[in-house]
């Protein structure tokens, strides 16, 4: 059987028509959307028609779309811009969640070496940033809420509606990282009711190096690429166009298929989970009982470590990711399940499934037959 690829999450294969679009922007349409002349007017074009359909696809004016070369620059712009933009207002707090992308996290990291304070919300047993853990250390002098939409290991999805209404009572902006939201669920900026929201072109079939941040209408925010003129003044940089054009395309295609992909790909997953559940003893999913985007499970597996599993599914042709990271020869749990104050072998040994467009039934049904005799080979050399 051919490779089966189950980490959605980390990127997704481009679609046909957004390659061709790539190569059609690369090749006849070159020319550098800044120039007067005919090429550069047919570059400017389908930045244009981007930014209208990634403007459809989250519910925003074509106007309020920066162009970025993806997700952790639309993080860095969104946070280091609106704090330099808000530092003259005296108020130098800042609130994120402890599940966050390393973008946010290490961004905040920044921010706080600069003189900023922040605060990490923590999250419940199943991966969720309750609201009132939010209005319990707001102040006056938080400048800005920054919570992700959906989360990259787990997939649970945050009340940002929610947490957006109590951060404006206290005078803050709201900026969310919709990486991993747009495209599988629907995404719709005003009513989430936010400031900024940041996505990614290559985790919804787009080219990698290409993402945009929202910024709403009349939202202060400092350039922190400096330049040109380019997207209004507030992203210095000839534009990737290939790239962008490629996201364009992705992202009407996304519209176009969000109902249908995400039921099919729901089922799928859940196919995928209980078959896991049944099949394999002392499973558990992580997050379970929150509200998940359709794609995403992780699950750990009691007496296996996360790494060899993963090492030994891709020798059996499935590609699947852990939430830990290997550092010098160290297994790091993942935060976002330390987070959760999950008993510390289940933050060690979790294996992240993200499903896309591409499985089908037999990679699903196939990856479940195959698993008990993977596991059970590791714990018997384990128990050695
Ligand atoms: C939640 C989240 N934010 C930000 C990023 C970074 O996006 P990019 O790879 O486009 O820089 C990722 C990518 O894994 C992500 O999952």
Redesign the pocket.
């Known amino acids: 059987m051919p490779r089966a690829y189950f980490d959605h999450?980390?990127t997704t294969p481009p679609d046909p028509e957004v390659i061709e679009a790539v190569a059609r922007a690369l090749g006849d349409d070159f020319g550098n959307a800044s120039s007067v002349h005919h090429f550069g007017q047919r570059a400017k074009a389908l930045l244009d028609e981007a930014r209208t359909s990634i403007g459809q696809l989250i519910g925003a004016e074509p106007a309020e779309i920066v162009f970025t070369s993806?997700?952790?620059e639309s993080?860095n712009l969104a946070l280091r811009g609106a704090a330099e933009a808000l530092e003259n207002t005296g108020k130098r707090h800042l609130i994120t969640s402890s599940i966050e992308?390393e973008?946010v996290l290490n961004t905040v990291k920044a921010l706080v070496k600069r003189g900023w304070t922040s605060t990490l919300l923590p999250v419940d047993a199943t991966g969720i940033v309750a609201p009132a853990s939010l209005a319990a250390v707001i102040t006056r002098d938080t400048a800005i809420v920054s919570v992700?939409h959906a989360n990259?290991e787990i997939g649970t999805i945050q009340p940002i509606a929610d947490l957006a209404a109590i951060a404006h009572e206290h005078g803050a902006l709201v900026h969310t990282?919709a990486?991993?939201s747009v495209a599988k669920i629907p995404v719709d900026v005003r009513a989430l009711g936010i400031d900024l929201l940041s996505l990614?072109a290559?985790k919804f079939n787009g080219p990698k190096g290409a993402?945009a941040l929202w910024i709403r209408r009349g939202t202060r925010l400092v350039a922190t690429m400096t330049g040109g003129k380019h997207e209004r003044n507030r992203r210095g940089g000839t534009e990737n166009v290939p790239g962008i054009a490629g996201m364009g395309v992705a992202a009407r295609l996304a519209k176009a298929k969000l109902d249908v992909n995400g039921g099919r790909i729901g089922a799928l997953r859940d196919r995928l989970e209980a078959g896991i559940l049944a099949a394999v003893q002392g499973t558990i999913v992580n997050g379970a009982r929150a509200p998940r985007v359709p794609n995403t499970t992780n699950i750990s597996f009691d007496g296996v470590e996360a790494e060899s599993l993963l090492i030994a599914l891709d020798l059996e042709g499935f590609a699947v990711s852990t939430g830990s990271a290997c550092s010098s020869g160290t297994l790091e749990p993942s935060h976002v399940l330390r987070a959760m104050n999950l008993p510390s072998h289940r933050t060690q040994n979790s294996i992240r499934f993200s499903l896309g467009a591409g499985n089908t039934e037999e990679q699903v049904d196939a990856l479940i037959a195959k698993l008990p005799a993977v596991v059970g080979k590791l714990r018997s050399l384990v128990r050695r």
Do not use: L, Y
């Open positions: 999450n980390a993806g997700g952790t993080d992308h973008a992700m990259n990282d990486v991993q990614s290559h993402g």
